[in-house]
């Protein structure tokens, strides 16, 4: 027999089987020794109340083995099966080519960047040097957006597709457990690149092919018919099925798609900048305690408040992390945050932003470059703040909200450099005013968050699509071109990672319906 039931664990003791079954055996009110094993179902930490406990959901099995599940997929060979041109290698990429195999149909990802491994190198190159490559950077390469990022897998979203499924790919592919039952589940930069590797060898030895390297630069259409796509080389490769998963960075596919006549949309996103506290103020706070200790793990927060009409909200919290460089060309700044799986660095950062709709952004609403320009615009007004070489604007919290250039910045997570400047000066003045709003209720919500001792760094401007590609809801088809699948985050459909999976995997699911 299984029994469900929940149990509050000490934390230090969350891991230890003994002790859950004690727990469990006291709530069930019945004899540990009656209880032939556990398994944890789901696990959140609570902080609410004066003493932080686990809160845990666990299966009890009675007179019962407990067979763990195995993790691991049988994919068939696709070597010689129908093919379908994925281009781009993010997560919507690769859950697509993953979906494909499984279906039987053989994907053919083409990837403008590197390979995870190489990758790196420009990684360093951007850190140290403030050198941006624009083919391989935070943004691009294998994996996407999402290998040198916080690997946060959690989502608002969940009735577009299976979370549990991309879940399980993930450890199929390497990921801890944990991510099963985790209430907020993270990888952490230092794991995932070993997990997309996996998922290349995955398509790899299944017959599926990634190219790396290379740009598309083109789509065929033909009578408003998908045939495949044209490569910087000059090289065609051909397809009835395009399932375009190039990211929200892409600019110059919005400019392809624009060129040949393939409709696109201007969409709102939000914008604003990251702000990072030392990681025990957040602590402090979230715990009620002087020190976190070695039983918990770094705390994160989630901030929202309506300001003249406009959500100003924290995204994409990262404890433990560092503020990340990431733009995709040599004259513009972007920020955003990663964190290693320990999450043990000594700063906690998020996107703090403004909800920004059409009418906030002069011009025409039928121009689908129009939020892209702004947001442009933004990036590049930061760079030049900064002074060159990626070294960010930043300016202390108070200091912001009292509108005074700060006399000196703290010490914080961000390589390239930060340089005193007014945020007013590239923010404009209706983001500006709801930020300065913002901050001050948001210190009133969480007790020390205001503080000259947090920084905030220009700008977190890439928080999802400033374009939208629209799609046939039912077919997940371009209105005007049967067989291109615009999909993941750059095409609007996902804000994240998980997401844009659940999103590659669907636009997989639709292929199979015209290619068979
Ligand atoms: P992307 O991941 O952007 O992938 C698009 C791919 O297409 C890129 O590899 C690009 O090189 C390729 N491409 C573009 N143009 C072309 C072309 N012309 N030809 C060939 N290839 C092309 N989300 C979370 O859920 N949790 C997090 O913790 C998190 N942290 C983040 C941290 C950072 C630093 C960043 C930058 C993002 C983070 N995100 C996070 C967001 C998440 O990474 C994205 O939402 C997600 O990667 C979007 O997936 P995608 O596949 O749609 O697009």
Redesign the pocket.
Known sequence: MIKETEIVCPPGQQEDESVIIRLAAASLNIQPKSISAVKIVKRSIDARGRKVVYRMQVQVFLDQPYQPEIFTIKYPNVQFSRPVII???????LFAALQCIQLGLKPVV????KDVKQRRRDLANINKQGLVNTESN?????G???T??????Y?RSTKRGDVNQVLKMFVAHGADESILIDARPHIGTNKLPQIITAMRESVLNAGGEILFD????ALLVEFGKMKGVKLATGEKLTSDAVIL??????R??FEMLHHQNILIEAKPFALGVRIEHPQEIIDRAQYHCEHRGPDLPPSYYNLVEQVDDRGVFSF?MCPGGII?P?ATEANEIVV???SPSKRNNPFANSGTVVQINMEDVPGDNNDPFKMLRFQQQIEHAAFLAGGGKLVAPGQRMVDFVEGRLSNDLPANSYLPGTRSVELKEILPLWIHKRLQKALPVFGKKMKGYYTNEAILVGVES?TSSPVKVPRDKETLQHPQVAGLFP????AGY?????S?AID?INCALATLKILS
């Open positions: 281009v781009g290698a993010g997560p919507a990429g083409v990837e403008r960047g935070y943004c691009f390469g294998e996407g957006a999402g040198y990022s916080d690997g946060k897998l989502t290379t740009r598309v630069t998963a190039t990211g929200h960075s892409a110059d596919v994409c990340a990431c955003n945050g990663w890439r999909c993941g985050e750059g996902a804000g994240g990672i998980i844009a590659g």
